[in-house]
């Protein structure tokens, strides 16, 4: 669902970070926007209400190189991280192009990991997107605590399908640019193909 912007050659891809409440997926965008330079990057915005928040921001990686002479611009977005914002939810999933599901490395958080992951395989089936086939990766946050449950644990439930995934610790920013090269790796190549 890429836009391709001809005057400026520039194609947009879209990346949503989706996961539970409090997960680290604005924590991992503040930390990307942070480190990106100023002059590959738009602004970071949010869209806040009375009760949730959604972030995003577009950066144009040097890095990356160009397909058919045109650059690729990234758009990163959050969405609320609770269940009930789900009109929300669908909407920022509109026209994705890659997907990081951040989910809470710890044990008490495991049920609402699970509940956000069967929310988003929904939300995209809605739009005509099968989680199994777009760009997709997997954060696996919050490693630095002491109640984190067992990676082996968190793969299975989390990742049946084994997806590119990463132990991540987004205050700090290990993991974080990590999981960003790996899907956008993924949309690239998913563009050159085609898809």
């Known amino acids: 669902m890429s836009f391709i912007n001809y ?5 947009n891809c879209k990346i949503v970070y989706y996961g539970p409440g409090l997960c680290g997926k ?14 590959a990057k738009g602004k970071m915005i949010s869209l806040a209400t009375e ?4 972030l995003f921001f577009d950066f144009l990686p040097l890095s990356l190189g160009e397909i058919r002479g045109f650059k690729t611009r990234f ?9 009930f914002y789900d009109a929300s939810r669908k909407l920022i999933l509109k026209g994705v192009d890659g997907v990081v599901f951040v989910a809470d490395s710890q044990i008490e ?3 609402a990991n699970i509940e956000s992951l069967d929310n988003l395989r929904v ?28 990676m082996d644990e968190l793969k299975k439930v989390l990742n049946p399908t084994n997806v590119p995934e990463f ?3 987004a205050t700090t920013g290990v993991g974080v640019f990590d999981t960003l090269k790996a899907v956008a790796k993924l949309v690239l190549t998913e563009l050159k193909r085609g898809g």
């Open 75 to 83: 758009h990163l977005y959050t969405v609320p991280g609770q269940v």
């Open 109 to 111: 958080r495991m049920e």
């Open 123 to 150: 939300n995209l089936q809605e739009q005509g997107y099968n989680l199994d086939k777009i760009p997709y990766c997997v954060q696996y946050n919050k490693r630095d605590l002491p109640n984190s449950a067992p």
């Open 26 to 39: 604005t924590t991992n965008l503040q930390y990307i926007y942070n480190k990106t330079n100023p002059e």
């Open 7 to 11: 005057s400026s050659r520039e194609i």
């Open 167 to 169: 132990e991540a610790v």
């Open 51 to 54: 009760t949730e928040r959604t």
